[in-house]
């Protein structure tokens, strides 16, 4: 099992940035990829941001440019900084980590972390 606790949620500003961390804590042993999802009012879960084992990053294009993804491998941490943040960034952020055991996936999530961009 792997456990996941999200931070760094909140109300910011259109224009504005915050950093959301992850920290993952259990068995993380075979972890092959770490991520961001989210789920605005109304729409499906998307992917945000997700970074592999060996450190390549993939992005959704509506944050390419504005969001960074990165991870503490010592901390067993994944961030995602957010900049220049507006308003249709307004959603939960979950943060995803997948595991490859012999030929089984198996995907944890947080609890989700709330991002609103208002002014």
């Known amino acids: 099992q792997v456990q996941l606790v999200e931070s760094g949620g909140g109300l910011v500003q259109p224009g504005g940035s915050l950093r959301l961390s992850c920290a993952a804590s259990?068995?993380?042993?075979?972890?092959?990829?770490m991520g961001w999802y989210r789920r605005a009012p109304g729409n499906q879960r998307e992917l945000v941001a997700s970074?592999?084992?060996?450190?390549?990053?993939n992005y959704a294009g509506s944050v390419k440019g504005r969001f960074t993804i990165s991870r503490d491998n010592d901390k067993n941490t994944v961030y995602l900084q957010m900049n220049s943040l507006k308003a249709e960034d307004t959603a939960v952020y979950y943060c995803?980590?997948?595991?490859?055991?012999?030929?089984?996936?198996?995907?944890?999530w947080g609890q989700g972390t709330q991002v609103t961009v208002s002014s």
């Open positions: 259990g068995s993380l042993f075979s972890i092959i990829v």
């Open positions: 995803h980590v997948r595991k490859l055991v012999d030929v089984h996936e198996y995907n944890y």
């Open positions: 970074i592999t084992s060996g450190g390549t990053t």
